[in-house]
């Protein structure tokens, strides 16, 4: 079902542990040309061109129009079965309060008398947000989209999800609720990378943005590629993953089960464990064996386990281990072994990582306050989850006074003659003549 990778022995000084641990082939560009010409087809005609796709790859919308009715968003709610509005409500809490811990607050530094700079963070005017709606309704990116765009300020919020064919054209009444509890009542029934060209040329009654946000499959990956610039982007995300990494200590139930909650998203899904103990490695396999033909998704689980991108990576020790999950980069990495803080605390590459059997990753895809939307690919070794700061810009403010321009004018002229830019020099020595 998940096979065996054996570093034990190795060379680690000149393994690649990165190549060693392989992912799912997800090969963007090999999307760019199709996808450029439905960014090219929506730039040019617009709306037309969006029902258009609509209907090819989603079964068309509601009638003619891609925006929702307000009243529809609202009586998603209203219907909505109280024990997920609970589950929502709850997560909200828990991550508004963990975006606004973070936001981040004007830093005024005083270089001098008279000489100030500000460092101000102002948020995004109009951002774009995509919710996933293939596999499975992602409600839950709703939430993880939207609270910290709304608490970093940003004030013209569009959403975005697939229309359903089971749903009347509409995107699924689930994340039409959490659009409401959350305020958000500029809604597109528009899915793929006619979703990303519309929120970076507007189409229809939907005026452009200025950053995307959200997940998606190859072709939303592919077509925030080619409209960045045009418009700012959070990721190119690609299929989700997980990694583990174990000791003797840990509770093979409960590996497994991690394991099968990422294998469960998609066939292309990545579960790596990583372990010294081969007597955990073989329980976890009988686990495998016991809990997938018991799930629900027990045949894309099964491709996805089977798949290149997974396996059980046996290593000498933890120190090892750790030398492969750094390696790795997961988008999600959990941590199951003795003194699991201790070993967290020297991960340096990772979306998002968790501490303990009882910080599973489905915790954080919806209540632990964390943010879900997380680089994925081996990214995390450059890149970071979604969060506030994502929706704000730094504009460095600069107020000095003409005593202040003075103690420093003599360099500036040094400094632009050096870089051959005389004109810079007079801007500055303009300012003291008689």
Do not use: W
């Amino acid at each position: 079902m998940i096979r065996p990778i054996d570093l034990r022995g190795a060379d680690r000084s000149t393994l690649d542990y990165r190549a060693a641990v392989p992912r799912a082939d997800f090969d963007v560009e090999a999307a760019v040309p199709a996808v450029h010409d439905i960014l090219e087809a929506v730039r040019t005609r617009g709306v037309e061109a969006v029902l258009e796709y609509n209907e090819r790859f989603d079964g068309g919308t509601a009638g003619d129009d891609i925006r929702v009715p307000e009243a529809t968003i609202a009586a998603a709610l209203e219907a909505l079965d109280p024990d997920i509005r609970a589950g929502l409500e709850e997560s909200v809490r828990r991550l508004r309060a963990t975006c606004a811990a973070e936001l981040e607050h004007d830093v005024v530094t005083d270089l001098g008398p008279g000489a100030r700079v500000v460092h101000r963070k102002v948020p995004v005017d109009r951002v774009g947000l995509y919710v996933p709606g293939g596999l499975a309704p992602l409600v839950s990116s709703v939430l993880m989209n939207v609270v910290p765009a709304q608490t970093a300020g940003v004030t013209s919020i569009a959403l975005s999800s697939p229309p359903q064919r089971d749903h009347g054209g509409l995107p699924h009444p689930t994340i039409l609720a959490a659009c409401a509890l959350l305020g958000v009542t500029e809604v597109y029934a528009v899915g793929g990378a006619q979703a990303i060209a519309m929120f970076a040329h507007g189409a229809g009654p939907c005026r452009r943005v200025d950053l995307v946000t959200g997940p998606g499959n190859i072709y939303v990956a592919a077509a925030k590629r080619l409209v960045r610039g045009l418009v700012g982007i959070d990721s190119e995300a690609g299929p989700t993953e997980v990694a583990v990494l174990a000791d003797d200590t840990a509770d093979a139930v409960y590996v497994a089960a991690d394991l099968i909650s990422q294998a469960e998203h998609d066939p292309m899904a990545g579960a790596v464990l990583v372990t010294p103990s081969e007597t955990l490695a073989e329980a976890v396999l009988a686990e495998l064996e016991r809990q997938v033909p018991t799930a629900k998704h027990s045949e894309r689980i099964q491709v996805a386990l089977a798949g290149r991108q997974s396996g059980v990576v046996l290593v000498d020790d933890v120190d090892q281990g750790l030398d492969v999950v750094n390696a790795y980069a997961a988008e999600h990495l959990e941590i199951h072994t003795a003194d699991a803080a201790a070993v967290a605390a020297r991960v340096r590459n990772a979306g998002a990582i968790f501490v303990g059997p009882h910080a599973p990753v489905s915790l954080g895809d919806y209540c632990a306050g964390s943010n879900h939307v997380l680089p994925t690919g081996g990214c995390a070794c450059h890149s970071s989850g979604l969060s506030v700061r994502a929706f704000l810009r730094s504009v460095h403010v600069v107020d000095y006074t003409r005593e202040a321009l003075a103690e420093v004018a003599d360099h500036v002229v040094t400094l632009a003659e050096a870089e051959d830019l005389p004109g810079h020099g007079a801007a500055v020595r303009v300012r003291f003549e008689p």
